[in-house]
């Protein structure tokens, strides 16, 4: 569930302005009467204006909420058009992406993706790496789709690897240090399915070495892991201003270093 704090509610209602008014503001009459018009707390609200009755058009006050409220686990939990869910076949497809030459692809989840992708651009034998949104059900969703909680989309980080540089293990030694195992659906702050632990294989090696190193991290934590290792499925690629959010400087334009084996701490909202 995705907690909401910004609760953004448009009053609606036919308003009456006098067209000949001198006055820059605009003067609403009281004396006329009004009409509640239906109340959308998912949609724009519109307002019906008259001047004078020889005209009538629909304007709309509304908002859409800042998607960094979005981020911190606080905005509207619209349901997605339930059409868009057709192509569910799809998203629980296989990646049908393939990786550069003798590179392997892992994607992992691990709350935030922003402060994950971070960690793992600095791994030495780390190649590429893309944010975006896997394990759901709906075809192509914005992350808007993903933070009403409604999609069962995760956020996770698709890294790229050349396996001659860089072992599976090294990245789930990054994997289980950037965040808490033990907590469904929530890191922090960040609560949501869409924050869920997951390490999602392509081979059955990748799997083999996922199941070994749960069960050796779950010794030295001594409590019960909540990670789910299932296969990759598609990988939607998240929206450019999440790609290297932090590298680029994040909220508040400090950049962080990508440098391979930087030990800098994360700011992980920037």
Known sequence: M????????????AI??????????????SSLSTRKLPLSLSRPNPTTLSLNSSAT????FYTPPMNILNKLGFGFKSTPDPSSLENSSIAQ????DVPAPGQQFVQLGAGCFWGV???LQRVPGVTRTEV????????????EDVCTGTTKHNEVVRVQYDPKDCSFESLLDVFWSRHDPTTLNRQGNDVGTQYRSG???????????????????QKILNRKIVTEILPAKKFYRAEEYHQQYLEKGGRFGFKQSTE???????RCYG
């Open 93 to 96: 497809g296989p990646d049908d």
């Open 57 to 60: 058009r629909l304007v709309s």
């Open 199 to 217: 390490i999602y294989f392509y081979t059955p090696e990748q799997e083999k070495a996922a199941q070994e190193s749960l069960e050796r991290q």
């Open 260 to 266: 391979k084996g930087c030990n800098d701490p994360i």
């Open 117 to 119: 992708e971070l960690a």
């Open 2 to 13: 995705v907690v909401n704090k910004c609760l953004a509610i448009t009053t609606t209602r």
């Open 132 to 143: 975006g949104y896997t394990q759901g059900f709906m075809h192509n969703p914005s992350y």
């Open 16 to 29: 009456s302005i006098s067209a000949s008014t001198t006055s820059p503001l605009l003067l609403v009459s």
